[in-house]
């Protein structure tokens, strides 16, 4: 009896740490239905939060922000998939959706007003949807947006390879947009996620959150980008964050752009 | 002293300008881009494309533990605001700045507007916190109502409004105060620096809903 309790008690022990070691390795990633388990880590934020603003100096080496494991889609979400939320729930359908949620260009590209794609663009990211139709896609799955430091985290993957990493938005964001190619037409990054650089820009749950770090606007300096902001970055090398945060500081939950698209998180309870 | 520490910033903003303006055509195709700019002033909005704050079907839960919904505010003119009950400072400011508002207007017409205050804090201001906030400002009358949520309707609430937050590891919260009139249909009509201490432009804009 009492050795069959140990039995059970050492399965139990040793499916945790497997469940561990998956959940820290990247190779060896734990992938359930299109999302990926993003471990717990950290990242340095282009602008460092008040809380770990301590001293004076700016670069810091350490984590400045940790972030909790969570679930994301692998790959922005499709046509295809967005396709079949609005056939589920019509309210979402270019004609019938809510101007309070949306600007007119909703969906703009679709082919025609039932909304439906041309089958080659199906497994492309779906742009021109507003972040208020973004949030009621993921709820309809059950999962929500991932928030700025969720995203920032993946992007940065754990600190493999930044310098190419820059280099390759960096090149990406210097180039005119083309034509979208389907997602998942790179290789995944370290966490097993795909298509976080070099396809479309992607909304946050917190894409309404302050850039400027609380200081520099309690102290009465409003310019945000312009004057202490852009000082206090924690990594002055880092122009693409800046883009990005400033991209996001200059949305409003109705806009749509044609590189603008989405990908779902979830809690890992 | 002065110039050499200005010299920096304006070298990296003239960087920083340049690349949004030359390498940067996926933020310039973003639509509407030129609408961004929240103007700090009280401004009136014209908002052809915008409907009704009311299409939000969010539960919250009143001070008096009750369900809310926006549409409850339907009918009535609305003064809306944003706060956490342990802010110090522009909290209390903005709740003082809509209670001046609130009594500019004429005697007879007080009961004709509806005044609504969300918190930010979606895990500390409980109803009972609420309801001792309100009890501190001296807010009786049944034409107020301060409500709590959950974090997904407080973030649909305030990105409706055009408010920008963000919570700080403290647990508090770092937001614009901003003071926003709905129509009796639940469009905006006005919003304001909840800071602006002249309350002319909240009660005109008031006043004309009214009449």
Redesign the interface.
């Known amino acids: 009896m009492k050795s069959n309790q140990l039995t059970f008690i050492s399965i139990l022990v040793l499916s945790n740490c497997l469940f561990l070691a998956a959940s820290v390795s990247a190779e060896d990633m734990v992938r359930v239905d299109d999302m990926v388990l993003v471990p717990k880590g950290g990242f340095t934020p282009f602008f460092l939060?008040?809380?770990?603003t301590n001293n004076s100096s700016v670069l810091a080496t350490s984590p400045a922000t940790s972030v909790d494991a969570f679930w994301l889609d692998a790959t922005p979400v499709t046509y295809r998939k967005f396709l079949a939320f609005v056939n589920k729930h019509p309210e979402w359908h270019q004609s019938n959706i809510?101007?309070?949620?949306t600007?007119?260009?909703y969906l703009e590209h679709w082919k025609n007003a039932q909304g439906s794609a041309d089958s080659a663009d199906l497994d492309k990211p779906v742009v021109n949807v507003s972040?208020?139709a973004a949030?009621a896609y993921c709820?309809a799955q059950d999962k929500?947006l991932p928030s700025t430091d969720e995203w920032e985290y993946t992007l940065t993957d754990n600190d493999r390879d930044t310098d190419n990493l820059q280099k390759q938005i960096m090149a990406w964001?210097?180039?005119?947009?083309k034509a979208l190619p389907v997602v998942g037409s790179k290789p995944a990054n370290g966490f097993g996620i795909l298509d976080m650089a070099g396809l479309i820009?992607e909304w946050t749950?917190?894409f309404?959150?302050?850039m400027a770090p609380?200081d520099s606007?309690n102290s009465g300096d409003k310019t945000l980008?312009?004057?202490?902001g852009?000082?206090n970055a924690s990594n002055?090398g880092d122009?693409a964050a800046?883009?990005r945060y400033?991209?996001r500081e200059?949305?409003?939950?109705?806009?749509?752009?044609?590189?603008?698209g989405f990908r779902c998180a979830k809690d890992t309870k | 002293m002065k110039n050499h520490v200005m010299k920096k910033p304006l070298k990296i903003n003239l960087l920083l300008s340049l690349l949004f303006t030359y390498t940067l055509p996926a933020i310039a195709e973003n639509h509407e881009h030129e609408h961004h700019h929240q103007n700090k002033q009280d401004s009136v909005i014209f908002a052809p494309s915008s409907d009704s704050v009311f299409n939000i079907t969010d539960q919250w839960v009143s001070a008096d533990v009750k369900p809310f919904q926006l549409s409850h505010l339907s009918g009535k003119p609305t003064v809306v605001a944003m706060v956490y009950t342990s802010c110090q400072y522009v909290c209390p400011l903005t709740v003082q700045n809509i209670k001046r508002i609130e009594r500019a207007l004429p005697a007879n017409q007080v009961d004709k507007v509806n005044f609504a205050i969300f918190s930010f804090d979606s895990e500390r201001d409980t109803p009972a916190k609420l309801a001792e906030f309100a009890k501190k400002h001296s807010i009786t009358s049944s034409s107020w109502v301060l409500a709590q949520g959950h974090a997904s309707a407080v973030r649909k609430l305030a990105v409706t409004l055009g408010i920008k937050y963000k919570k700080v590891k403290s647990g508090d919260y770092e937001h614009d105060a901003t003071i926003s009139i709905l129509d009796s249909h639940g469009i905006i009509k006005y919003q304001s620096d909840a800071m602006n201490k002249n309350i002319d432009g909240a009660t005109g804009a008031l006043k004309t809903l009214l009449h």
């Not at chain 1, 964001?173 to 947009?177: E, H, K, L, T």
């Not at chain 1, 980008?225 to 202490?228: I, N, P, Q, T």
């Not at chain 1, 939950?253 to 590189?259: H, L, P, R, V, Y």
């Open positions: 939060k008040k809380d770990d809510k101007k309070i949620f600007d007119s260009h972040w208020f949030v709820e929500r964001y210097s180039v005119p947009n820009w749950e917190d309404n959150s302050y609380p606007r980008f312009c004057g202490s852009s000082l002055l122009y800046f883009m400033s991209y200059s949305l409003r939950g109705n806009f749509t752009g044609k590189n603008l």
